[in-house]
């Protein structure tokens, strides 16, 4: 639920309740794949794939 005097700091500790050590780590996984597929992911070959994938979802890029 989101209210009118809602703080970071206020969703953070709500974050901290409900998340379960597990939940947390599987995001970190996530995010630390992801980043490392978009770090080193700079083949030619994927950029060009990723690029005409942007295009047919309808996302101009240029």
Known sequence: MT?????VYGRIERARVELTPL?????????AAVGFALLFGQDPMLHDSMHNFRHAAGITCH
């Not at 209210?3 to 703080?7: L, P, V, Y």
């Not at 947390?24 to 996530?30: E, H, K, N, Q, V």
């Open 23 to 31: 939940k947390a780590a599987l995001g970190i996984a996530l995010l």
């Open 3 to 7: 209210t009118a005097n809602d703080t």
